[in-house]
């Protein structure tokens, strides 16, 4: 089992220029990706990046950060100068005209607009190959961590369907009481009603068996036993993102429970119902969290 939360980095050297990349992923329901970020150098191949990184890390959102220096710069740039020129003549025309000093011309030229400017080279294919394994490396370490919280995920939900399967066990006991209070209550009921003599013996044991087949929730019990053990089955598959299936089989398990709880009719069993849908919620929590 794999965490949808994760982190990983790498770093390496391609040609002259040190390449460090960020990835962090946090909880979501697709693979969400931002490339606001991304250096103009490696605009051409945003697409290819999306891809390899949604099949490596299945989903989530993705927070992913490159940084590319060269020569000590993080962002190469280009000082266009013959429109630094252009700049300069016309304010040194203004200032002398106008008698004023220009001794921070030259701090205000190369602040006006396109003067300097990012490298927009494109990064050679070979060199994008390589940039390529950096990335792979520190989607790698992401998914290591992945991993190692998913342990303690797994370890986790377990318990909460262990939890689920005892409370339902515990049901097992309370059921013939359950049936002996109903049928009390419904004859002192109906005495109290009609009186004691007046009752027909046969039409209230028919009565009693029609009632307690409207409670019975003998299914649901079943039914709730099989998809515990349906949740099991599918933590050990092999497919390390079950986080969406998890999700469903928990959703038929919390309709058992809802049903065994609307049948229920007694404090006591309601009391574990109740107990079943606290270890449920946590279960679903945790969930939310698995890839």
Known sequence: MYSMTGFGRAEGVVNNRKIIVEIKSLNGKQFEMGTKQLPPVLRSYELDLRNILAEKLARGSIDFNIAIKQDGASKPMIINTDLAKYYYHGMKQIAEELDVQDDNMLSTIMRMPEVIVADQDVLPKEEWKEVLKIIDNA?????????DEGVVLEKD??????????????????????????????????????GNENIDANRFEQEIIYYLERIDFSEEKIRLKQHCDYFDSCLTEDNFAKGKKLGFVLQEVGREINTLGSKANDAAIQKLVISMKDELEKAKEQVLNVL
Do not use: D
């Open 139 to 147: 989607a790698g370490e992401l998914m290591q961590h992945r991993k």
């Open 157 to 194: 939900l377990v318990e909460k369907i262990k939890n689920i399967r005892e409370l339902l066990e515990q049901i097992l006991p309370l059921e013939p009481l359950r049936t002996e209070r109903l049928k009390t209550k419904l004859q002192t009921s109906l005495t109290s009603t009609v």
